[in-house]
Structure formats: C-alpha cells, structure tokens
C-alpha cells in the first residue's frame, strides 16, 4: 500500500518565515512568484550562518530573530512599517502580560487601518498527538464582535488552527490543555506603506 504523499510545508519547519511572508502579501498583494523570492532570500540570509541554519532546521530557536529578519528587509524596501505589540517584553519577562493585553493589542491594530496584520507564535496541546505544537501564524481578519481571530495560516495539517476565538486564548501554561498559548514577546504588528 503507498503511503500519502507528502505536501509542502509537512516537513519543512518554516512556518515563521510563510507567515511573514503571508503578513507581507496582506499588506502589498504580492503575487506567488514575488512571495518564492522572498522566501529564497529568507533561507539565503539565514543559511550564510551555518549555526544559526542548523537551530532553524532542528526547532532549536523561538525564530523571532527571522520574523524580525524577514519583515525588517521588507520595511527597508519601503513597503511595510513593523511594530512590536510588547517593545519591553521578552521571553523570560512577559508574564504580566495577560491575555486580554494580547487580544485588546490584536483588536486596536486591525481595527485602526486596512490590510494590516499581526504575527505571532503560539503554542499549542495536541491531546491526540501527546505533544505540544509551537507554530508562527499571522492574523488578519476579526469576526463576531471581536471574539475570533482569523488566520492566514501556512498549514495544510487536518488539525491545524486557522482561527481563534478570544476565551481560547492564553498568555502562560495554566490550563494549556485547552487554551492556545501566544508568546506575547513574539507579537508583531505589520502594515502597509501607502504611497499617495
């Protein structure tokens, strides 16, 4: 019996660089062609680092440091303005940080302006799988009221999130069973430069 094939992006581990990428198509409309070479770059500049290239392939890094990478070169070309949600947050002091902070932080960003977006990773229990899933996705879109968060996620597992609603949210590890937990350090909020 053959097996499934496998598809792009099953087996990769560059979903921090597809939702850059995917934050940048939001914002500009680029079409598939311009979105490759924007990826080739990606993998060209963190592969002249060969440490560095090992930790993204082997899931050694939070890839925050490609995020930033990734949108900062865009920003240089004068497409995109990048903020970060929490500028003082880091890994170890965000605690504080709460999940109504991060929702609230989602809301006023895509509520005040078109074609903008927001990038985060999350880290999530799959009970099925008995393990954790971190994985980079970009927002874009809010529904009912505020209470869920559309994704434009990169994945094509059947069990992947492709939104959020606001009370599965969490900011630490209580509870992680059933919440989605958003490293609010990794929070970036991309939009357009509009040229008039």
């Known amino acids: 019996m053959i097996k499934k094939p496998v598809y792009q992006g099953q087996i990769d581990v560059f979903c921090a660089a597809y939702a850059a990428i995917n934050s940048i198509r939001i914002a500009q409309g680029i079409n598939l062609i311009n979105a490759r070479k924007l990826l080739h770059e990606a993998l060209l500049n963190v592969a002249k680092d060969l440490e560095l290239f090992q930790k993204v392939l082997d899931q050694k890094t939070d890839y925050v440091f490609w995020v930033d990478n990734i949108l900062e070169q865009e ?14 947050a ?26 903008r977006s927001c990038l985060f990773q999350f880290i999530r229990y799959l009970p099925t799988k008995g393990l954790f899933l971190q994985h980079w996705t970009c927002g874009y879109n809010l529904l009912y009221n505020n209470t869920l968060l559309l994704f434009a996620d990169s994945s094509l597992e059947p069990d992947s999130l492709q939104y959020i609603y606001k009370k599965e949210l969490g900011t630490t590890f209580k509870n992680l069973h059933d919440e989605v937990i958003i490293k609010p350090y990794t929070l970036r909020l991309v939009e357009p430069i509009l040229i008039s």
Request: positive net charge.
């Open 75 to 88: 920003s240089k070309r004068g497409s995109i303005t990048v903020k970060k949600a929490f500028p003082h």
């Open 90 to 115: 880091t890994e170890k002091l965000d605690n504080h940080i709460t999940s109504d902070d991060v929702w609230c932080s989602i809301i006023n960003w895509l509520s005040n302006g078109e074609k």
